[in-house]
DNA sequence: CTCAAATTTTAGCGATTGCTACAATTCTGT
DNA sequence: ACAGAATTGTAGCAATCGCTAAAATTTGAG
């Protein structure tokens, strides 16, 4: 063993993944929209995450790049079916560990905060486990009594 | 409260988020390696990060100038005050992640990857929760039983 | 319809992190 | 001590994401 001192697997190329991230957040953030809209602009994106629409404005260009999303100069953006995939996919995945938070006595206001960020680092296998424990409610809300209001 | 939709707190400035964890991951990186070996050079940190020792030297650099790494040109690296603190301070959090997640009944491996993952997102709320949790083994430690009630 | 407001796009800047190629320095074996 | 190996630093490129300013387009009010 030449270099095995714990390196291997963990450890990502971090630019690579936030870029990742970034997109999973927008497919998300375009789905949630266009349930409770009729059509999702990038103003709405600007003002979700906080950020200029010029920032929105490139990333949407990148998405549709990658195929993502759809969208026509001056007009509202769609997911492709791909995004919509994925969409879906990030969306069960960010349920789970907001309900597993909640499981675990996690106040409402946090768990929601906390899921944003944990989200694209839970492995299948620990979502998996996340979604048994918060199944089988056994005795794990039992905080001393959730935290001050 | 005039845009009171769900976006206040949650949604995190990226760019900024990121070198933040960054940070993080190389002081504990730097800690880490003090503690097993003498001294802390530039090739150990890319062989942990799997990055070009460019890469690594650039960051060193901005960690020094935020006070958080030491080192002279083409001498080893070493933790200010600051840099030993917050060190501290991630390897606690990592270690709660970590453990609370063979709590639950994740494989080694796995919780080995996605506590590197989850660490930077994990609210001191949260932390408690992992660590009460983990200190308590109730009935967590049961995978497996994925069966139907 | 027309003009102003809102929205979107483009241009251009900076920071961070990735790379290769090459130069400078330190370390090592003979 | 010295030459080659290893390590570290510099130069310069690209991608991603943040911004402001200004141009282009669409929308909406009158």
């Given at each position: 063993?030449?270099?095995?001192?714990?390196?291997?697997?963990?450890?990502?190329?971090?630019?690579?993944?936030?870029?990742?991230?970034?997109?999973?957040?927008?497919?998300?953030?375009v789905?949630?929209?266009?349930?409770?809209?009729?059509?999702?602009?990038?103003?709405?994106?600007?003002?979700?995450?906080?950020?200029?629409?010029?920032?929105?404005?490139?990333?949407?260009?990148?998405?549709?790049?990658?195929?993502?999303?759809?969208?026509?100069?001056?007009?509202?953006?769609?997911?492709t079916?791909?995004?919509?995939?994925?969409?879906?996919?990030?969306?069960?995945?960010?349920?789970?560990?907001?309900?597993?938070?909640?499981?675990?006595?996690?106040?409402?206001?946090?768990?929601?905060?906390?899921?944003?960020?944990?989200?694209?680092?839970?492995?299948?296998?620990?979502?998996?486990?996340?979604?048994?424990?918060?199944?089988?409610?056994?005795?794990?809300?039992?905080?001393?009594?959730?935290?001050?209001p």
């Amino acid at each position: 063993m030449t270099t095995a001192t714990s390196i291997s697997e963990p450890h990502r190329r971090t630019r690579r993944d936030h870029a990742t991230e970034t997109a999973e957040d927008y497919v998300e953030a375009v789905a949630d929209i266009l349930k409770r809209r009729t059509k999702c602009r990038v103003t709405d994106l600007a003002r979700r995450f906080a950020v200029s629409h010029v920032t929105v404005n490139r990333i949407v260009e990148r998405l549709q790049k990658e195929g993502l999303l759809a969208t026509q100069p001056y007009q509202p953006i769609n997911l492709t079916q791909k995004g919509k995939r994925l969409a879906s996919k990030c969306r069960d995945r960010h349920e789970i560990v907001h309900r597993f938070l909640l499981a675990i006595g996690v106040d409402e206001e946090t768990a929601a905060i906390d899921a944003e960020g944990i989200e694209h680092h839970v492995s299948p296998r620990t979502l998996q486990r996340f979604q048994e424990l918060t199944d089988s409610q056994s005795t794990l809300t039992r905080p001393g009594s959730s935290s001050r209001p």
